[in-house]
């Protein structure tokens, strides 16, 4: 297992090289092909970063840490010259005009990117089942689901393609394929890192976050990618913190909120002891369990697939055959135009989220659901907010159980959405959340999710190491 640290540490001391790094890097990506977790690989561009990177370190003119290290970025994200495809054959042919702030200041520290990764058609979906270019595979186990939307960046870091990967979390979308493929996800405070350049799916919840092998190497990445942006009025006007700062400041005297709900039926009694050891050994090492509660998060949900759909629906209108998306072949008026180039361009499950969100939007019902859910929303936010006024973090369960068997969403769409039930409220409420592993169940790792106050990522990372170091 190669962490950022670990290579960081290689390229200074001259053990290795940039170029050795990304052809290793080149050579794992073909040789875990039939993982599917890889969209477009950037082999020339990315050697010839590498080369620049060698030169640099050569010169002793290094630009960072990360100066030569390979990484990999979600197939949502915007890159400069490259095909960048939102994993749906709707921009299967689209070449990115610009780069997307948080893979530009990726990019400026000399960080070098492989690839882009395979993800759920326009990041609808928990399964990375959707993707027009097929699904991804478990790397830990094959009959199972890798999590989505951002499962190709989970899959690039569990395989050790890559030491880290930048996704995108809209509901759980980095968290939840964390979990399900062993490795540590970040999902930052909403505004925390800059949208420009990712292509949206529901822009009030979209959130861009880093994948890692260790709790510092997120750190790390979010160092770099954080920060104001003058293309995205939502980032916050924050400085940059040292994220990794109080790593090992250890969770003694923290209050750690058990929220009494999420503990409740429905979770898997594996999982539930897993956590729960966890939890037992975080009291032993001087942390404070206080269970909390969050009357409403029992709508989360409901609420979350509203307006998510809703703003899925009016953002996605943009591709309509006309301008730089694909168009029917055998449209014969403007009507033809629209109509088979989005049925044809768009998969089932993009379909179905577009339709429900017109639907809610629509003037007959937009009172009755999106209205309500956007109500609900800042129920939830307070529920959070009163319960954050007795403790530090609070933790839960990353998923209701083990990965979903492969075609389990296909089938039965409900279960795929309800895999997010423990992840959408944070994104409804703008929070903080990691995900890593804390103990095993049925074979497979088993994830604990710690939700941090707003812009509290330097204490919320300090929880996340202590519970690193404990699991070990």
């Known amino acids: 297992m190669s962490t950022l640290k670990s290579l960081a540490k290689q390229l200074e001391s001259g053990e290795v090289t940039s170029r050795k790094l990304v052809e290793q890097s080149l050579s794992k990506i073909e040789e875990t092909k039939k993982l599917n977790a890889f969209i477009t690989v950037l082999g020339e561009r990315a050697l010839a970063r590498a080369d620049e990177a060698d030169k640099r370190r050569a010169e002793g003119k290094s630009i960072g840490a990360l100066d030569g290290v390979p990484v990999a970025i979600k197939d949502n994200l915007c890159l400069t010259g490259t095909r960048t495809t939102a994993g749906s054959q709707m921009l299967s042919k689209f070449e990115a005009p610009y780069t997307a702030t948080a893979v530009e200041k990726l990019e400026a520290t000399g960080a070098v990117v492989v690839g882009k990764t395979n993800m759920d058609e326009f990041a609808m979906g928990s399964s990375n089942e959707t993707s027009f270019f097929g699904p991804v595979e478990n790397p830990l186990e094959g009959t199972r689901i890798p999590g989505g939307s951002s499962g190709g960046s989970a899959v690039a870091v569990a395989s050790d393609v890559v030491a880290a990967a930048l996704g995108s979390d809209t509901g759980g979308s980095i968290r939840q394929p964390a979990a399900c493929c062993g490795v540590v996800g970040l999902k930052p405070t909403y505004g925390r890192v800059s949208r420009y350049g990712l292509i949206a799916y529901a822009s009030s919840l979209d959130q861009i976050g880093p994948f890692g092998h260790t709790v510092e190497d997120c750190a790390t990445l979010l160092e770099v990618i954080c920060g104001q942006d003058i293309h995205d009025n939502t980032t916050s006007a924050r400085p940059t913190e040292n994220f990794a700062a109080k790593l090992d400041a250890g969770i003694a005297g923290k209050t750690i909120g058990v929220p009494k709900e999420y503990f409740a039926a429905g979770l898997d009694a594996e999982c539930k002891a897993a956590i729960e050891a966890c939890l037992s050994k975080l009291e032993k090492e001087g942390a404070k369990l206080k269970e909390v509660s969050l009357p409403n998060i ?126 959408v409220s944070l994104n409804l409420a703008g929070l903080p959340g990691i995900t890593l592993p804390c103990g095993m169940a049925g074979g497979m790792p088993v994830g604990l999710q710690l939700i941090g106050k707003p812009f509290a990522e330097t204490d919320l990372l300090s929880a996340a190491a202590a519970v690193e170091a404990i699991s070990k």
């Open 298 to 423: 029992g709508h989360a949900v409901s609420s979350y697939y509203i307006i998510a759909t809703a703003e899925a629906s009016s953002n996605l209108s943009r591709f309509d055959g006309v301008r730089y998306s694909y168009r029917s072949a055998d449209a014969h008026n403007l009507f033809d135009l629209y109509a088979k180039s989005r049925s044809e361009g768009f998969g089932k499950e993009v379909q179905r989220r577009i339709l429900l969100g017109s639907y809610v939007l629509s003037s007959g019902f937009y009172d009755a659901y999106y209205v309500q859910a956007q109500k609900v929303r800042r129920l939830i936010t307070d529920d959070f907010n009163k319960a954050f006024e007795s403790c530090d973090v609070i933790a839960s369960p990353t998923m209701p159980g083990l990965p979903l068997l492969r075609g389990v969403g296909e089938t039965d769409p409900m279960a795929m959405y309800l895999s997010d039930i423990y992840t």
